[in-house]
């Protein structure tokens, strides 16, 4: 028995419009996306702290007092949020922390790591960075920096990325 296919076109209405003549120029879409961008950062950025409580409640929320699996993936879900919103507007030292939260978080996942203390001194880090926190010294930060390392190099857990140093504040 043979069998024939049968091809039916699909409308492309995206192509169709791209084809169709007016709209805006590329560089207009650009400038509006940013100013719409641009016009949500104070929202964004005053949502960070309560950002970085949710962190802090999920960690508490796991009543065997260890950061199981289950906490660990909420906790990764719940970062990667700060994360965007301190690389979208620029917040150099806090996107840094992220990351290395994040890394943390991803090697204790991978050594089955449960220990909360760890975990507990990254947030106390991002609480000292975050947009609106007060103001510490790039040598405060390195200094940070450099404790956080040291929390990775004790449990074992190799950075992901090499993290530019911070510029601001």
């Given at each position: 028995m043979g069998s024939s296919v049968k091809i039916t076109p699909v409308p492309n209405h995206l192509?169709?419009?791209?084809?169709?003549?007016?709209?805006?120029?590329?560089?207009?879409?650009?400038a509006e996306a940013s100013k719409n961008v641009e016009s949500l950062r104070?929202?964004?950025?005053?949502?960070?702290?309560g950002e970085i409580q949710a962190l802090e409640e999920i960690l508490s929320g796991d009543i065997r007092g260890v950061a199981g699996a289950i906490t660990l993936d909420a906790m990764l879900r719940r970062a990667g949020q700060i994360l965007t919103l301190s690389g979208t507007y620029g917040f150099d030292r806090l996107d840094v922390v992220v990351k290395?939260?994040?890394?943390?978080?991803?090697?204790?996942?991978?050594?089955?790591?449960?220990?909360?203390?760890?975990i507990k001194v990254h947030l106390r880090a991002m609480r000292l960075v975050y947009p609106?926190?007060?103001?510490i010294s790039d040598e405060e930060v390195?200094?940070?920096?450099?404790?956080?390392?040291?929390?990775?190099s004790h449990y074992g857990?190799?950075?992901?990325?090499?993290d530019p140093a911070p510029e601001e504040g």
């Open positions: 192509g169709r419009k791209l084809r169709k003549p007016g709209g805006i120029s590329k560089d207009m879409a650009v104070d929202e964004f950025v005053a949502a960070i702290p290395r939260f994040c890394d943390l978080v991803m090697g204790m996942q991978e050594k089955n790591i449960e220990d909360i203390a760890p609106g926190a007060p103001e390195a200094h940070v920096l450099e404790g956080l390392a040291r929390v990775h857990i190799l950075p992901r990325a090499q």
